[in-house]
């Protein structure tokens, strides 16, 4: 063999393979060959070349070179099926052609590596079929849209929500089609921003039905890019006709209602795949990026973990049972709620609807699921306002019925004491009354301030002096815990509504009172002060202390470190996990930050600064 053919085949940086024409034995290989295949030098030249094929490819392999030996035409064999010597896949594009080697014809091979090639376009199709099935599955209107704003795709929700049929809605423009009378030129203008490469962010808005009814919605859109230019549009459409009639319900809470609304319009929906893999139940296959936003992992993190792994224990036996369930092909509800844990460890309540799926010829499963933790806290809210209403209705009421009797009490025990002058008893009497009457007043002073509608000036130091009355009524309070009230004399006024001060307050009193329910040592300091321009709330006490790592969730929905009603039968306080939250959510409008410090063993301490300009 010549230097020159050796150089030949030593730089060719594919798999080349010599081999003898009649016996198809390897005469020679070079050292890609050897590294694509784990074969030795010696290994390899007792091989035959249609060794390299899988055992039921060797007989249409050997028919071919036979052909080809015969005829002495170049060709090339596609997309051939190859193994190594572990057993892996290798897929092949391979040329033969007879040369002189050594003074005799022989047969060489140029093996061409396509193996990613084949992949990729095997995920690429399973992802178009995947999408394929999402688009069709999925419940909201989903249309696909050209350069032109005319529609190419019209899934079956689509259909669901505004009565064409693909037939009828396919090449029409959409905006034509969907928005009429006063929504024309909003559409239009929607449709300038994603042309020109914009997202159009969700947002409600009305649409209109084949038969001419109007549905409101939540509308959003992003262009579709190949290679940064733009080839079309893709719109999303969400019915919110069942929401807009529970809005209708909340009329008498304005400003509830606009943050739920809020909320609503903001939403993205997380879609995820999961399959059973390697043992485990539910691990993710596939997550679109409102999922790795709700859990706070990558794609890539997500694909090692399983569902199940972000399920509060108290969910999780219900979420496995139904899973296995489904999975086996049993019915089971399709839609449910659950609490989660992120990667943060913030607790969510979160809305899942699951459905089976074929997803990689395999079952699997497919879920649609949303955050709906702030929605249920305001229903929450909403519910325990309502409550505290008809009890601040019924105690004035009680109070103003209480007053009557008690005035004559006091007034005909007034006249008995101009008779006997010198008698304890109606001393005594007169005493009690007097107290009963001023425990009356504060809660009629009470439930009147906390049902005004208007921002008012308010001084905080009265506030509280009413709201510690009121904490009388609590026998823990009032018997086993040492107070001391520093309050500074010239502290400004505020203006706002005294319902959002007085609930926030209570709240956060309500919590040092808990906080020692335990603790053998039970001291509350409440002070107020000014501060850089700021008036300042203090609440310190000697509870059992916050852990650090709890600290940074206590203004979050549904967190409560206290016994849940019902978990006890003791008279240990318990919790809902909103106190802290609606004093966070009344506050916040006002500026107000909360600083808490606190010390495990110690007590925590609670600071309210509220800035003066903004009142």
Known sequence: MSSTEQTFIDGVTEALVIFDPETFLVLKANRFCYERYGYSCEELLSCSITDL?????????HSALTRFLEQNIPFQLKRQHHQNKHGSTIWVNISFSLVDYENKKVGLALIVDITDQVFKERQLTERSGYLEALLHNAPDAIVTLDKNHRILEWNPGATALFGYTPEEAKGKD???????????????????????????????SIRYRKDGSA???????????????????????????????????LKESEARYRMLAEVGSEMGQCVAVFQNKDGRLGVFRYVN????????????????????????PEYLAKVRERYIRRQQGEEVPPRYEILIKNRFEKQLLIEVMIMPLIYEGQVASIAFFKDITQERSLEEQLQRSRKLEAIGLLASGVAHNINTPLTAILGFTELLRLTYRNSWEIESIISQVNRIKQIVDNLMLKSSRDQEAEITEIDLNNLLETELNFFEANMHFKHNIAKEYQFDKDLPRIKGLYSDFSQSLLNIIGNATD???HTPKKELIVRTFSDNGKVCV???????????????????PFFSTKPRRGENETSEPVGTGLGLYSA??????????????????????????IPCQTN
């Open 515 to 517: 906080a020692m329910f």
């Open 584 to 609: 966070h959510q009344l506050l916040s409008k006002y500026d107000a930050k909360i600083n808490i410090e606190s010390k495990i063993g110690e007590g925590s301490t609670f600071t309210i600064a």
């Open 53 to 61: 094929w899988w055992a039921w490819d060797m007989g249409k392999v």
């Open 538 to 556: 203090q609440v310190k006490d000697t509870g059992e202390g916050i852990p650090p790592e709890n600290i940074p969730h206590l203004m979050e």
């Open 215 to 249: 549905v409101p919605v939540i509308v959003s859109g992003a262009p579709i890019k190949l290679d940064r230019e733009l080839i079309g549009v893709i719109a999303v459409y969400k019915d919110i006709s069942e929401q807009k009639k529970a809005e209708k319900a």
């Open 174 to 204: 959409i905006d034509s089609l969907i928005a009429r009378y006063d929504k024309s030129n909003e559409a239009k203008d929607f449709t300038k921003q994603i042309l020109s490469g914009g997202v159009l962010a969700p947002r409600c």
């Open 289 to 312: 990026e409102a999922v790795c936003q709700l859990m706070g992992y990558s794609a890539k993190d997500l694909y090692t973990m399983s569902f199940e792994d972000f399920v509060h």
